[in-house]
């Protein structure tokens, strides 16, 4: 009820700003709407948003690949933490845009290579919680399970990765926010189709009306999978936890 | 009979950062008979839970030998350690899979000794839904079903109010004399000792320095004023040790505590 509401306020405040310059500049929720609703009616719309949405799914699968080892490998180890250390800072530091650049000069303009320049955005960040919760593993619970004679396997599945669970979590909802950013970037710089494309090319047409009609889709998408399937599942596997009463 | 331990002269140092070695067990031998309750008291860092752990298998890394026989182990540590994600029911079937007890037992062993300790209606809890003494509870629950010949307690009660503290030592000793299982326990408090145990080891600075035995008839009640005497003999003897070897710097001195445990208890028997 409470989020229906700042929502309303949040199209009622938009309305009232766009009030302040002309329609063509900047308009309203109400045009912007039905810009969108031409677009959805035309069609044209899913294949862009659905290169997008696989670009935005297809990153962070590759990311978790190779931050999630990486990060594993910090927590257990404090030579490869120290060795691996700079790396991620390195990693994190440099801009999407450079990676951007770099991965469409050295494989060329196609999906490999934004979905590659996606996925190594993305994974320091993951590394850095992944490693965050691999040091933070309750090795009493280890030594727990292991006096109650539970294997190797058994330890793994049902003490450690309980315990690293909600950092892949905070990781990929995290992640999610950062990659959908890269995304149309990467779009913009480099590729045929997509959200990120059909922005910079209203941009170029100097038609506000469809660029806020497009920014105004993806926003929408992004919130359900956030409300509908993130955060549903999110519920369910930490139903444990105890509430922070401040 | 087969004794259920025994430790034939057991070594286990320490390597500092600064490469020095330190030894915190030091030619250790222990025999514990089947059936027995053994208390081993000892200051904070006297080497008393490196010694369960050795037991428990939890640490392979010594000279000397060890054997333990006659079935399974059971440890209950100074925290519950259960596993926060799963409830109260989940962490007890958690144990029971790991030790593959056959599952047609598994409700038969589970109602069993919850009801025993009085937990039967908290089956459904998750371990932060419950207090200190509830989760400890639960966690000798656990070592229990789990049906250990040999109960390895480390501190177990050290955590808990004096009163929670009571209780569970009062069912600790009943389900001891239902199903006569082997323990050997650890603590820093003199009191709690003569209380529970048929014998007493006194630790300090990695080696046995008196064997007492207690010879207080079964059943007890905690507020025996003979179990208060025999206490104030232990620590005594314990002061004695200390001022005998005035060389023992490199272990933590935490002595103080078992006067302060005393006081606290000899406080608690007026006030309650």
């Known amino acids: 009820m409470l989020k229906l509401l700042s929502l309303t ?3 009622i405040v938009w309305g009232a700003l766009s009030l302040t310059l002309p329609h063509e500049i900047f308009p309203g929720p109400i045009e912007t709407a039905r810009a969108l609703w031409g677009d959805i009616a035309g069609g044209e719309v899913w294949t862009d948003l659905t290169m997008t949405l696989l670009r935005v799914v297809g990153g962070p699968v590759l990311a978790l690949i190779l931050g999630v080892p990486v990060g594993v490998v910090m927590g257990l180890n404090r030579r490869a933490e120290a060795v691996l250390d700079v790396w991620v800072m390195i990693g994190l530091t ?11 000069m050295w494989f060329g ?50 003490v450690l990765l309980p315990q690293i669970f909600p950092y892949v979590m905070a990781s990929a909802r995290f992640g999610l926010g950062i990659i959908w950013k890269i995304t ?11 959200v990120g494309f059909k922005l910079f090319y209203w941009y170029q047409l100097a038609d506000m009306r469809q660029v806020l009609a497009w920014t105004l889709l993806f926003t929408i998408i992004m919130l359900l999978i956030e409300l509908l399937i993130l955060k549903p599942i ?5 139903a444990w936890r105890p509430q922070v009463a401040i | ?7 034939e002269s057991l070594r286990k140092t320490f390597k500092g950062r600064d490469g020095t070695s330190r030894a915190v067990l030091k030619d250790l031998d222990l025999t514990v008979a089947a059936g027995e309750f053994l208390c081993i008291l000892g200051p904070s860092g006297c080497g008393k839970s490196t010694l369960l752990n050795v037991l428990a ?11 333990v026989s006659g079935g399974r182990i059971g440890y209950l540590f100074q925290e519950p350690r259960l596993l926060p994600w799963l409830t109260a029911d989940e962490n007890l079937d958690f144990a029971l899979a790991s030790c593959r007890v056959p599952t047609s037992r598994w409700s038969e062993l589970k109602s069993r000794y919850l009801a025993m300790t009085g937990l039967s209606e908290y089956r459904d809890y998750y371990p932060h839904q419950m207090s200190g003494g509830m989760a400890q509870r639960l966690a000798l629950v656990r070592a229990l079903c789990v049906e250990p010949a040999i109960l390895l307690m480390d501190e177990p009660f050290s955590g808990l109010d004096e009163i929670t503290a009571r209780r569970i030592r009062a069912d600790l000793l009943s389900i001891w004399r239902e199903t006569r299982k082997t323990i050997v ?6 009191y709690e000792a003569c209380f529970l145990a048929d014998r007493i080891l006194v630790m300090l600075g990695g080696a046995f320095r008196e064997e007492m035995r207690v010879p207080i008839g079964r059943p007890r009640s905690f507020d025996d004023p003979a179990i208060f005497t025999l206490s104030r003999d232990v620590i005594k003897a314990f002061d004695d040790e200390i001022g005998r070897e005035p060389v023992q710097s490199a272990i933590p001195v935490a002595e103080p505590s078992l006067i302060d445990n005393l006081a606290r208890h000899a406080a608690a028997r007026m006030n309650i």
């Open chain 1, 234 to 238: 999110e519920r369910r596997l930490f």
């Open chain 1, 94 to 104: 440099i801009p999407s845009l450079c990676y951007a650049i770099m991965a469409f």
């Open chain 1, 184 to 194: 149309v970037l990467i779009e913009l710089i480099g590729r045929p189709n997509g």
């Open chain 2, 57 to 67: 298998g939890l640490d392979t890394v010594y000279d000397g030998r060890t054997s």
């Open chain 2, 1 to 7: 009979m087969n004794p259920a331990i025994n430790v």
């Open chain 1, 109 to 158: 303009l196609n999906e490999g290579a934004a979905i590659i320049a996606i996925a190594v955005t993305a994974a320091p960040s993951i590394t850095i919680n992944i490693w965050e919760g691999v040091k933070n593993v309750d090795t009493k619970l280890v030594a727990m399970a292991r006096v109650f004679e539970a294997s190797r396997a058994v330890i793994v599945r049902r």
């Open chain 2, 185 to 190: 326990f650890v603590t820093h408090n003199a």
């Open chain 1, 9 to 11: 306020t949040a199209v």
